[in-house]
């Protein structure tokens, strides 16, 4: 195997781990690789059909069109990162309030770490519903809908409807990724309306999300910026996005 095979590898590898990466994350992966020899392998790679290019980046194959990623890839990554995400956002919430929690792996391991306190909890995460089950105190609450099997949640219009009866003080997100053209994204249709949901139903809104997800554009706008009142993350936004929300008021922690 020659060089360039190999690096077209290493580039499939790399995707395949993170599911959406950004070319700038590429390009940091590959540092002595000229831009225009690493798009010529995404070109490559994506008539192969060993990858799916998006703008501003690239999506693994294996994450399969209206699904988003599979939730048990999501679990196995960034785990240091989501774990510190958690602890943060944990310090956020109150007992005696009524939560939306999202699905997703980053939420799920938030859900773990829950206290058992008293709290009244929608989640639309089945893992999140299974973590939180484990204690006594709060009310855990499941939107009626259509299950999506890969992120183990549940969207629809049911849930949707269900979401818009109720009031919440806090709304943890999930998101797949943030770029400055669309905002914050995912990639199911169904869940980024509910998403939008409960972000009108909110008095205040915190998105958890890792730094690899900033400059990531998936197939469905959220929100935008605006819409955020704190970001939580690992600590190692770049300084563009941390000057966007800036510019807003969101607090980043």
């Known amino acids: 195997m020659d060089s360039m095979e190999m690096r077209r590898d290493a580039i499939v590898q790399l995707i395949n781990e993170n599911g959406t990466v950004s070319f700038s994350q590429i390009k940091k992966a590959f540092p002595q690789v000229s831009e225009m020899t690493l798009r010529t392998d995404l070109k490559f790679l994506d008539e192969e059909q060993k990858i799916l290019r998006v703008h501003g980046g690239a999506r693994s194959v294996q994450v399969l069109i209206g699904t988003d990623d599979d939730l048990n890839r999501k679990a196995v990554r960034n785990i240091p990162e989501k774990q510190k995400i958690a602890e943060?956002?944990?310090?956020?919430?109150?007992?005696?309030?009524?939560?939306?929690?999202?699905?997703?792996?980053?939420?799920?391991?938030?859900a773990g770490r829950f206290p058992d306190q008293s709290n009244l909890i929608y989640t639309t995460g089945l893992s999140c519903a299974t973590e939180l089950a484990k204690l006594s105190s709060p009310t855990v609450m499941i939107p009626g809908g259509k299950l999506n099997r890969y992120s183990q949640s549940?969207?629809?219009?049911?849930?949707?409807?269900?979401?818009?009866?109720?009031?919440?003080?806090?709304?943890?997100?999930?998101?797949?990724?943030?770029?400055?053209?669309?905002?914050?994204?995912?990639?199911?249709?169904?869940?980024?309306?509910?998403?939008?949901?409960?972000?009108?139903?909110?008095?205040?809104?915190?998105?958890?999300?890792?730094?690899?997800?900033?400059?990531?554009?998936?197939?469905f706008s959220i929100c935008g910026l605006k819409e955020i009142d704190i970001v939580v993350s690992d600590g190692k936004l770049p300084d563009e996005f941390l000057a966007e929300c800036g510019k807003y008021g969101v607090k980043v922690l």
């Open 154 to 219: 549940v969207c629809g219009i049911s849930a949707i409807r269900e979401l818009e009866r109720v009031n919440f003080y806090q709304v943890f997100l999930g998101v797949t990724g943030y770029h400055p053209q669309s905002g914050f994204t995912c990639g199911i249709s169904d869940e980024a309306i509910l998403k939008q949901t409960a972000i009108r139903q909110a008095d205040q809104v915190i998105v958890m999300m890792d730094s690899s997800k900033v400059d990531v554009k998936s197939s």
């Open 88 to 110: 943060k956002a944990l310090g956020l919430i109150h007992p005696d309030t009524t939560l939306f929690l999202d699905s997703g792996s980053t939420a799920t391991m938030f």
